[in-house]
């Protein structure tokens, strides 16, 4: 048995050497690029050849902006009228087929411009809005990150684009999730040149979609980051009145019942949900759980309560941790952020991403060795992580069972593992810039 352990072993790392990774990369970018090219190409008033939307959820999105564009603010979440312009947009499609608008009016206000283009120009401009910011935050990370990463800085770059939830669930898929991972990347920048105020505005931005910050709200409550929530409520006032401006106070208010239903619909009613593409553990219960909702409910809460617990002792100890300690549990908190949520769609899971990349770079600064990816078992996971992301969907609509879910899981329990043991083996030396970056954060 050991003999097999270790020839797996050496056959994994054989593939997790920088030459081999930079070809795959290289390969599913090109069968991504080639994909985009089709869809382009055959687009026949909106469909493609692939039978699905050029631009696919993007579509809805733009629904959005056109509502507006046409006087028709009131109306934002009018779903009737919503499904007619959809219908109008893309007339070949399944007259079925609906995706309703459930973000913040800011959202329409801001992708408003695009409508003043054919649909195909904004799908270009979108997708190329969408890769800058994702790109944009993944150099963040990388400017923030040890010497090693900096050196590997395309690889890392190349591996972070060719990650499926992303190339094919956000970008190819028109999502808005590069919004979110930008702004939490943007957070962390901040953060590391002891700006705590303007982390915090950037975090607000990902008040787009509330359930990305369902987690980390209550988190930095609980570790008392008054700087950071100030920033965010300086972003948040701001957004909020720009949806004031746009739509005014009914239907800006309005917006609150129309997540609560979209909320519900998850839950088992209402709208048609494809379950089996999201993957938070709320959802992945439901795929399992055939009786009431309730009961499934007080499930989600049993289990969330080990990870989300061990989460908020981490974070109430917040300024007695080191600074490896504070950004291994940053880390952490991103891997289980799309987990414990209500419904976080396979797109938004990006931020795993950030979560390697940060539990990356303070490995190599603790330990000065590339071999620590693998000795540490974070190489291993994240390679998990990437290969069922490709076929977990198909998967989980045949079985019930989603993999991925799991394998995200098994990167936060070790995050979180590492961020009470990081900095225990030996003593973290501070000057006097470290002492004041810890009372800044």
């Known amino acids: 048995m050991n003999r097999l352990r270790t020839g797996l072993r050496s056959a994994i790392d054989a593939r997790l050497q920088p030459d081999y990774l930079r070809w795959i990369s290289v390969a599913v970018l090109i069968v991504g690029g080639v994909l985009l090219c089709v869809s382009f190409a055959t687009s026949d008033r909106g469909q493609t050849s692939f039978g699905q939307p050029l631009g696919n959820d993007f579509a809805g999105f733009f629904v959005a902006a056109q509502i507006l564009d046409h006087g028709q603010a009131a109306q934002l979440y009018d779903r009737a009228l919503h499904d007619q312009l959809y219908h109008e947009l893309l007339p070949k499609l399944d007259p079925n087929d609906s995706i309703p608008y459930v973000h913040p009016p800011f959202v329409a206000g801001v992708l408003r411009p695009l409508t003043w283009l054919p649909y ?69 920048y901040f953060l590391n040149r002891n700006r705590p105020i303007s982390a915090g505005m950037a975090l607000g931005l990902s008040f787009y979609k509330p359930t990305l910050l369902l987690l980390t709200l209550p988190l930095l409550v609980i570790g008392r980051r008054w700087r950071i929530l100030m920033g965010m409520t300086i972003t948040g006032v701001l957004l909020a009145g720009l949806s004031f401006a746009l739509v005014g106070w009914d239907v800006s208010v309005g917006y609150l019942d129309v997540l609560l239903s979209f909320r519900k619909s998850t839950s088992g009613g209402g709208l048609q949900i494809l379950t089996w593409k999201y993957v938070d553990l709320n959802n992945a219960l439901r795929m399992l759980w055939s009786g009431p909702s309730s009961a499934r409910m007080a499930m989600f809460a049993v289990l969330a309560c080990l990870p989300f617990g061990w989460l908020a002792v981490s974070w109430s100890r917040w300024e007695r941790l080191t600074l490896p300690q504070r950004q291994w549990l940053w880390a952490a908190t991103l891997a289980w952020l799309p987990i414990l949520n209500l419904y976080v769609g396979i797109y938004d899971s990006i931020f795993v991403v950030q979560s390697v990349l940060l539990a990356a770079d303070v490995l190599l600064r603790e330990r000065r060795s590339t071999t620590s990816l693998t000795d540490s078992g974070l190489a291993y996971w994240t390679l998990a992580i990437a290969l069922t992301s490709w076929f977990s969907q198909p998967l989980a609509r045949i079985s019930g069972v989603q993999v991925y879910t799991l394998t995200v899981i098994g990167l936060g329990l070790l995050l979180l593992r590492q961020a009470n043991q990081s900095g225990c083996d030996r003593p973290v030396e501070e000057d006097a810039s470290d002492t004041r970056a810890r009372q800044l954060l």
């Open 120 to 188: 195909e120009a904004a799908v270009a401009l979108w997708l190329l809005a969408s890769l800058s910011l994702f790109m944009a935050g993944v150099w963040l990370l990388t400017r923030s990150s040890s010497d090693v990463l900096r050196e590997q800085a395309g690889l890392v770059m190349l591996l972070a684009l060719s990650f499926e939830p992303f190339l094919m669930e956000c970008w190819l898929g028109g999502q808005l999730s590069a919004v979110g991972f930008f702004s939490y990347a943007l957070a962390w």
